[in-house]
């Protein structure tokens, strides 16, 4: 019953074993390709640059620095759109844990006529009276974020504009088709990147799942021989015991005769 007991997560452990190895290959296989693909890209960005050098020569550096702000300031407007949505949905949350707050405290005319509550008023409206703190935190630190999300895209703003006077606009004009062609290959590799992220943090989970069954499997293993162990000795013990008072209870045993034999327990 013991073993029975220490085993019973084996077929489990065994199963994650196998999902997990099966998925650390696909991913590993996956994460190869993405990286593959990562390299042929990048090589490519390469050669496209350095044929936007051959046709702009040395322009292609001189307005390479606002078309790098302009992408950062595009990354900062996406961030405060987020963020701005993130901040109505917590403000909404917020709105709404007070009105359903204020509604319990009338419909318990809480503070008015000092009624006495009972215990579950008295946790619905500590619950009430929690979620609206929870959501009011919530609400102060969205706000927060969008508070520096929209100080980083008035940065950008900044930084592009700035960049705009010293290089021109009509560098920036006849530049702008070939920074366009550079921007979207920029995008492709950003991208194939974050599959490369995502893969190798997926990977490692499964390994970590694969490592973690396969320790347990050998803490069972240890678990299931000492019990073994143990039983077998305390069958040895008992046996012992048995055999002497046996010989007790033996008139005159005959000398040189043979003691009793004790079988090896079934293990």
Known sequence: AMEQELTQQ????????????????????????????YKKLLEQWSRLYEDLRAQHGSQIE???????????????SRRVQAVIRE??????????????????????????HKVSLDRDQQDGLSRATVRVLKCQQERDRREQEY????????????????????????????????????????TTLANEQSRINTLTERARHA???????????????????????ERREALQAASGSSAAVS?????????????????????
Not at 21 to 30: A, F, H, M
Not at 62 to 76: G, I, M, S, T
Not at 247 to 267: F, N, R, W
Request: glycine share 4%.
């Open 62 to 76: 001189r307005v390479r620095p606002y078309f790098d702000a302009a992408q950062v300031l595009n990354a900062a």
């Open 207 to 229: 390994k970590s799942v694969y490592h973690n069954s396969m320790k347990e499997l050998d803490r069972i293993n240890v678990a299931v021989h000492a019990a073994r162990r």
């Open 247 to 267: 010989e007790v209870d033996v008139a005159e045993p005959t000398l040189g005769a043979p003691g009793p034999s004790v079988a090896a327990p079934t293990v």
């Open 147 to 186: 508070a520096r999300a929209l100080r980083e895209f008035e940065e950008a703003q900044e930084a592009v504009e700035g960049w705009r006077t010293q290089i021109g606009d009509s560098a920036i004009k006849r530049t702008l088709p070939s920074f366009r062609q550079l921007q979207k290959h920029q």
């Open 87 to 112: 901040f109505s949905a917590a403000a909404s949350l917020h709105q709404q844990a007070k009105l359903e707050l204020r509604s319990i405290e009338e419909d318990l005319a809480y503070g008015a």
């Open 10 to 37: 084996v077929p489990s452990l065994l199963e994650a074993m196998n999902r997990s190895s099966c998925e650390v290959n696909t991913l590993e296989r996956q994460l190869g390709d993405a990286q593959d693909r």
